[in-house]
């Protein structure tokens, strides 16, 4: 039996120690770029079953029309993003679907065997990370924001036409 993917995975995210570094890192070593940077995020929700708050700065590139994600985690409340003691979880984080419904992509996870481990959302996004136990360390995440596609479809087209210049662009 076959189940298909009903769309590709979209997006691999990696938290890092120092945002800027990551970078300059990225661009020098594996060219890619440019690099649309968001400062300040704000994710409110649910982990490990109690209500939390996380921060973060966070650079979106692309690599064909794979989507890289840095997050440089600002806070240190409990989240997947930190260890116990709160210091970030260096390293790849996620692989990422969009979905256009959260609530669905969650009872679709839960009838596979995963559990949630983190839903968030911020004024623009609604997020869910699921896991395994059995498999530590190798986490899902669906996204619902109704402008992804679009935001997906112009920074894949920014990347392709990039001449190496203005590597680093800021939003708000």
Excluded: C
């Excluded at 911020?122 to 924001?145: K, N």
Aim: hydrophobic share 40%.
């Amino acid at each position: 039996m076959s189940h298909q993917v009903p769309e590709p995975a979209m997006q691999m995210g990696y938290v890092v120690a120092e945002l800027d570094d990551a970078l300059d890192h990225w661009v020098k070593h594996a060219g890619v770029g440019p690099w649309t940077v968001f400062r300040g995020v704000r994710l409110s929700g649910r982990y490990a079953g109690a209500d939390t708050v996380v921060t973060m700065d966070v650079a979106m590139g692309y690599t064909g029309a794979l989507q890289i994600e840095l997050m440089q985690i600002t806070s240190s409340t409990p989240s997947p993003y930190t260890d116990d003691a709160g210091n970030p979880l260096l390293g790849p984080h996620h692989i990422a679907w969009i979905t256009d419904d959260l609530d669905e992509s969650l009872a679709s996870a839960r009838s596979r065997g995963l559990e949630e481990l983190f839903v968030a959302e911020s004024p623009f996004t609604r997020v869910a990370y699921v896991h395994s136990p059995a498999q530590p360390g190798i986490v899902f995440e669906y996204i619902q924001s109704a402008g992804m596609r679009a935001m997906l479809d112009y920074g894949i087209e920014q990347a392709r036409t990039w001449d190496g210049s203005d590597p680093v662009r800021t939003i708000g």
